[in-house]
C-alpha cells in the first residue's frame, strides 16, 4: 500500500522556522521525484520545491534562499527546511511523488501568524 505522510506543521510567528517531513512507502522511493506543493485557502495548488533521485533541486522564486528541499532515501523520506517565515506561507503543504506513477500525500498545515 503506498503511503506518502507528512508532519511537522504548525502555528509560527514570522520569522521563524520549521522542518517538514514526507515519510514514503510502498514504493521505491529512490527512484522518484518528490515535490513540496502548497494550497492556500482561495488559491491553486502551487509547486514549492522538488529534488530529483539523484539529488537536484530546485525552487519556486517566492521560497529561494528560505527553504531547503531535501531526502533521505535511506529512510524513505523526504524533508522541507523552511526559514524566514512569511504570512504569505501560510497554506496546507503536500509532498508528491512521480515515477511511472504519481502519489500524493494528505497534507500538514503551516500557519504563519503572530
Known amino acids: 500500500q503506498v503511503q506518502l505522510v507528512e508532519s511537522g506543521g504548525a502555528l509560527v510567528q514570522p520569522g521563524g522556522s520549521l522542518t517538514l517531513s514526507c515519510a514514503a512507502s510502498?514504493?521505491?522511493?529512490?527512484?522518484?521525484?518528490m515535490n513540496w506543493f502548497r494550497q492556500a485557502p482561495g488559491k491553486e495548488r502551487e509547486l514549492v520545491a522538488g529534488i530529483t533521485s539523484d539529488g537536484s533541486t530546485d525552487y519556486a522564486a517566492a521560497v529561494k534562499g528560505r527553504f531547503t528541499i531535501s531526502r533521505d532515501n535511506a529512510k524513505n523520506t523526504m524533508y522541507l527546511q523552511m526559514d524566514s517565515l512569511k504570512p504569505e506561507d501560510t497554506a496546507m503543504y503536500y509532498c508528491?511523488?512521480?515515477?511511472?506513477?504519481?502519489?500524493w500525500g494528505q497534507g500538514t498545515q503551516v500557519t504563519v501568524s503572530s
Open positions: 510502498g514504493f521505491t522511493f529512490s527512484r522518484y521525484l
Open positions: 508528491y511523488a512521480k515515477w511511472f506513477q504519481e502519489y
